[in-house]
């Protein structure tokens, strides 16, 4: 799944690679996916695309939005998309949900392995759009102070039952974060996913704020999880601590063995002694 770190380094490397690129040909892929997220027809996204020219590539949290000038966006990332560019000549994969072929014969491929956006907007649209919206506060910034961390915690009322989990990655949420990289930052700040979010002292967030800082840079700058690749098909070199293959490994602080839970859609990976 493409989370900030992923798509920082996509930003990156399409603004380095892409920039200035000409579309000769959009196709919207040739393999139905249940769950690629479209919003034009396969004719509308080959009409508006061809023939334009590739613009400035922005991170937006967990997406990437790739300026198709003068007046389009392309809306990639958010969930487990594997973006590649191909030189020309190079075998592409069998299957893709969205392909763009350049006039220099290079092109590019997105294929969806969970759920995915292939989305062509208007600057106005990706601005309404509810699951996009303005650009929020990143983690790795320095306006992500411990000021700001507590002012996201001061919307809740005391009374208010969301858990860890759901307040980093759901509501209000932290720009950009997944269930990825929720693990290990709750693993380093000693806390459980379903640790309630208004019962945390002022140390605790500390803690939480400090973890979610250094966990995101380390990713940022190893070019994010091993599990993800870039655009031309390398694995990031960030190791995650808690992860499927961690469960029943004994922890790295206490030799505790460690634990795995479904919970709000989807597995939890923690250390039952160390993450009370």
């Known amino acids: 799944m493409i989370e900030l770190p992923e798509a920082i380094l996509l930003a990156r490397q399409m603004n380095q690679e892409l920039h200035g690129k000409q579309i000769a040909i959009c196709e919207r892929g040739n393999s139905p996916h249940k769950f690629a997220f479209y919003n034009h027809t396969p004719e509308e996204y080959a009409r508006t695309l061809a023939g334009r020219?590739?613009?400035?590539?922005?991170?937006h949290g967990g997406?990437?939005?790739?300026?198709?000038?003068?007046?389009?966006?392309?809306?990639l990332g958010g969930g487990g998309e594997r973006i590649l560019l191909h030189q020309g000549g190079s075998a592409r994969p069998?299957?893709?949900q969205f392909l763009l072929e350049f006039s220099d014969s290079t092109s590019l491929t997105v294929t969806v392995?969970?759920?995915g956006n292939l989305q062509l907007m208007t600057d106005a649209e990706v601005l309404a759009d509810q699951h996009l919206g303005p650009r929020r506060?990143?983690?790795?910034?320095a306006d992500f102070t411990p000021e700001y961390f507590d002012y996201l915690f001061s919307a809740l009322d005391k009374a208010d039952p969301r858990s860890l989990k759901y307040f980093l990655i759901s509501q209000p949420g932290v720009w950009?974060?997944?269930n990825g990289y929720l693990q290990?930052?709750?693993?380093?700040?000693?806390?459980?996913?379903r640790h309630k979010a208004t019962s945390l002292s002022k140390h605790e967030r500390r803690a939480l704020h400090k973890a979610i800082r250094d966990t995101l840079q380390q990713a940022v700058d190893q070019g994010g999880r091993d599990?993800?690749?870039d655009l031309h098909n390398r694995p990031g070199s960030y190791h995650r601590i808690l992860d499927a293959s961690s469960v029943g490994m004994p922890c790295r602080r206490c030799g505790t063995p460690i634990q795995k839970a479904s919970f709000l859609g989807g597995m939890v990976y923690f250390c039952p002694h160390c993450q009370t």
């Open 53 to 59: 020219t590739i613009g400035t590539a922005l991170e």
């Open 63 to 75: 997406c990437i939005l790739l300026r198709t000038e003068p007046d389009y966006q392309l809306v």
């Open 184 to 193: 290990d930052i709750l693993y380093r700040a000693r806390l459980h996913p």
């Open 176 to 178: 950009g974060l997944g």
């Open 94 to 96: 069998a299957k893709v």
């Open 227 to 229: 599990t993800e690749y």
């Open 137 to 141: 506060v990143s983690p790795i910034s």
């Open 113 to 115: 392995q969970m759920w």
